[in-house]
């Protein structure tokens, strides 16, 4: 094979291949447990007045707010080439293009065109989907196809943002947020394609979460919301296991986040957020307390929030950056003035918070005491090809001591151990 070295040492089994990943790879959005814990260690813990030091850009990544996938020596992004949609693989230490990969169509969108989703390795295949619901499946070494679907195929309707969800691969499966009358959630078999489950009794349109693998009561099962509901559904056959109502408004997008038998949601538009528990016989508490408002405090509209012990960090809409009691809901501590609106990563024992209109990534301890600020720099250069109603959207991911910031067509990677 003529591969690059950085990957050629890790093809050669499936099983060997999966063995190679070392730990602090990101193989799919929000990292191997899709709850934005980084467990990697040794990292700055300031930076200079400039920033950390820039290792690499990459300046042809086009249109489109996908996040990054980081695995076995290569990085995953999509965006925009000769009028569609692309999957891109390149060197995560050196910054150049080993492969790309066409898709599917552009999605056209006054917010900014392209593709808003992040990719998922595994084993020797990378799997995607693009803003307008083309679901495809590649071979990591050369981006060859071997599968492709549609959320069209399975009944789905493209929300008005595009498909923004990251699929899930587990075990055999790829899970996917068709929406629409065959079905919200499909599972596919991840060799060929081919559908195994619809679930048939939970018909809502698909809105712009990501679904994430849980086991509650020791009851494995996927867990997503759409514009009407959160629920939970059975990996063997999709049957609703529970679900609870809550609508949100305009669109709901932040990934729900599972501890125990705890589930939490928050959405922006002023919605807020919901958390319960649900018992061996699925049935559903409510934990916050609608009259003390606990349910408003955190209104988080697309920068994701993050679980760590027993608080959760993001921002809420009209109260900054904040922490927030996971059990109680009660606001713990908020910075409104110190960084504008945007996207929050963690790693190392602090959070990094990126600035969505100016492009600032500000290094904050990870503490429930209060914001505590180390560090902070501007990206640069920034896009000449945003569109004047899009901002940063994508979320900062650190991968093997190195930190990927992107704006549209640039990506950066600065080097943080």
């Known amino acids: 094979m003529n591969l690059p070295r950085f990957i050629l040492p890790t093809l050669l089994t499936t099983a060997a291949f999966a063995a190679a990943a070392p730990s602090s790879d990101w193989p799919q959005w929000r ?37 990054f996938a980081v695995a076995y020596g290569a990085l995953f992004t999509m965006g925009t080439r000769d009028g569609s949609e692309v999957l891109m693989c390149l ?35 990378v799997y995607t989907l693009g803003g307008d619901g083309t679901l495809v499946c590649l071979n990591v070494k050369d981006g060859k196809e071997v599968w492709r679907t549609t959320m069209k195929d399975l009944g789905g309707k493209t929300p008005g943002w595009g498909y923004t969800e990251s699929v899930l691969v587990d075990g055999k499966l790829v899970l996917c947020t068709p929406g629409g009358p065959q079905g919200t959630m499909a599972a596919l078999d991840k060799a060929t394609g081919k559908l195994v489950w619809q679930s048939k009794d ?16 020791g009851q494995p099962q996927y867990i997503q919301r759409t514009m009407e509901t ?21 669109a709901v997008i932040p990934t729900p986040i599972v501890k125990g038998n705890q589930v939490y949601v928050t959405a922006g538009y002023g919605v807020g957020c919901l958390s319960f528990t649900i018992d061996d016989a699925n049935n559903v508490k409510m934990l916050y307390d609608e009259t003390a408002s606990t349910d408003k405090v955190m209104k988080n509209h697309h920068g994701g929030v993050i679980l760590l012990g027993d608080h959760v960090y993001g921002y809420s809409d009209g109260l900054g950056w904040i922490c927030q009691d996971f059990k109680t809901g009660k606001l713990v501590w908020q910075e409104r003035s110190k960084l504008g609106k945007g ?22 301890e990870a503490s429930p005491s209060a914001w505590n600020e180390k560090s902070r720099f501007k990206l640069d250069p920034q896009t000449a090809i945003r569109s004047p109603s899009g901002r940063i959207w994508t979320h900062p991911v650190i991968s093997n001591g190195r930190l990927y910031l992107r704006d549209q067509d640039l990506i950066h990677c600065y080097a943080v151990k």
């Not at 969108?109 to 390795?121: C, F, L, S, Y």
């Not at 959160?230 to 305009?250: C, E, M, R």
């Not at 929050?344 to 904050?364: K, P, R, V």
Request: hydrophobic share 35%.
């Open 230 to 250: 959160v629920f939970g559904v059975s990996p063997k056959d999709g049957k609703v296991l529970w679900q609870v109502p809550y609508p949100g408004k305009t």
């Open 343 to 364: 996207a929050i990563a963690y790693a190392d024992g602090h959070f990094y918070c990126l600035d969505e209109s100016n492009g600032t990534l500000a290094l904050i």
């Open 202 to 217: 939970l018909t809502n349109n698909a809105h712009y979460s990501s679904i994430v693998a849980a086991a509650i009561n």
């Open 91 to 125: 060197s995560a230490e050196k910054g150049h293009e080993v492969w790309s990969a066409k898709l599917g169509a552009i999605l056209g969108n006054k917010w900014g065109d392209g593709p808003r989703g992040t990719p998922a390795v595994d084993g020797e295949k």
């Open 31 to 67: 990292g191997p447990a899709r709850d934005d814990l980084s467990k990697e260690t040794g990292l700055l813990k300031q930076w200079p007045a400039e920033g950390p030091k820039k290792l690499w850009s990459f300046t042809n990544a086009g249109q489109g707010y996908s996040g």
